[in-house]
């Protein structure tokens, strides 16, 4: 069935380093992508997304690029903060008719170090 | 901003209790979601609903029943708490269409004792 794999954490990287957590996905069609991030004690929110190939979502420093042929999406960010400290979760929309249902990877967890 | 809102942040219960865990949105969404999360496996979809008192089964949707009798709201009921239903829950709630975007509550940390 359709899935999504992240690469395993924890990841550890020290201030100013850089970030890329890999992301791969399997699907009939052209699924929507999207990168969530969650903040220790809270809920899940939406980083970024991209919704066909080659298209590349972008929010605070965070990049992903929607490659088709690679079937992945990357995360990448290029001077970490502490402040990015949290778990990073890759999905794909689920099913068919746009629902907003998700399949999730399994996160990968992120530290950043002074 | 949309707001969707758990019940309760914590709660610990007792093994063969009946469990409610509730959710609330304020967006008029029609499509509303129970994931469970846990260490290494990431969000597991419980169970959807597309519309009141409309529902689908998810991923994992054993041992779980949903309620939805108005379109704000989204029960998860745990018919029979067992240990291994110790987890995150997190509730989601979404529009719909292309590149829809889910939007999540904070989450209720369950522990059954």
């Known amino acids: 069935g359709d899935s999504v794999t992240q690469m395993e954490g924890p990841v550890t990287l020290s201030e100013e380093a850089f970030l890329t957590i890999n992301c791969t996905y399997t699907?009939?069609?052209?699924?929507?992508l999207f990168w969530y991030v969650q903040y220790p004690g809270e809920g899940l929110q939406l980083l970024l997304k991209?919704?066909?190939?080659?298209d590349k979502g972008s929010n605070k420093g965070f990049e992903a690029t929607y490659r088709k042929e690679t079937t992945s999406f990357h995360l990448e960010k290029g001077s970490v903060q502490v402040s990015d400290s949290a778990v990073y979760f890759c999905?794909?929309?689920?099913?068919?008719?746009?629902?907003?249902?998700?399949?999730f990877g399994q996160g990968t967890t992120l530290q950043v170090k002074p | 901003d949309v707001k969707v809102t758990q019940s309760s942040r914590y709660l610990v219960k007792r093994t063969g209790e009946k469990v409610f865990l509730e959710c609330v949105q304020d967006?008029?969404?029609?499509?509303m979601f129970w994931y469970r999360q846990d260490p290494g496996l990431g969000l597991r979809l419980i169970y959807f609903?597309?519309?009141?008192?409309?529902?689908e089964k998810g991923d994992i949707p054993e041992g779980y029943s949903v309620s939805r009798e108005k379109k704000e709201r989204f029960s998860l009921i745990l018919e029979s708490a067992s240990t291994n239903q110790t987890s995150m829950y997190l509730c989601?709630?979404?529009?719909?269409?292309?590149?829809?975007?889910?939007?999540f509550g904070q989450g209720t940390r369950l522990t059954v004792v």
């Open positions: 609903s597309y519309d009141v008192k409309m529902k």
């Open positions: 991209a919704t066909k190939a080659d």
């Open positions: 699907a009939t069609g052209y699924p929507s």
């Open positions: 967006m008029d969404h029609e499509n």
């Open positions: 989601a709630s979404a529009t719909g269409g292309q590149g829809t975007e889910a939007f």
């Open positions: 999905a794909r929309g689920g099913g068919s008719g746009n629902t907003g249902k998700l399949i």
